[in-house]
């Protein structure tokens, strides 16, 4: 089976000039490995600059081929796809903008683990509570607790409950600096 032959754009010397303009460094050793190749390396030769196997630089050819430089580049792992769907997000903003119903829900505030446990009596999907916060924070909902409210509170009852300064507290502290010390 014959190598991949490398793209014809791109020659030893602008794939050279292309690795010195780079940031990144596994790029740049990537492109040195591939400029070898092009002034008449072996495979082998460019897998020991490069310090791979001689599979990776074959992976590498067609990546470089495909989309250029650029196409070396390192990129995040796509991981685990979302165990939420849409659906199941639109549910939870639904559940958090009503609200538990105490008689109902059995909680008078949504916790994470009211939540998960909610997502599964639903759904039967299992999720952990940190993924739950994560796709919350995704949704743009923040972990907040309010300091509770009576629901019949008065305005400004507040204001009178509050305690002032009184005047004789305010003469004690001037007369505190003329005691003398013993």
Known sequence: MSPLPLRADFNAQTTRSAARRS???????????????DDGATRTEA????GVGVQIVRDWVMKFNALGPDGLFDRKAPGQPSR????????LAAMIEGGPIPAI??????RIVDLCQRLYEEFRVTVSKQTLSRELRGMGYRKLSARPRHHAQAEGAIENFKKSSQPEWRKLRGTRASIQPR
């Open 84 to 91: 939420l769907k849409d659906e199941h997000r639109q549910v």
């Open 47 to 50: 897998a020991r600059i490069g």
């Open 105 to 110: 829900h059995g909680v008078v505030r949504w």
């Open 23 to 37: 940031k990144d460094g596994p790029q740049a050793r990537r492109l040195l490995a591939l400029a070898a190749i």
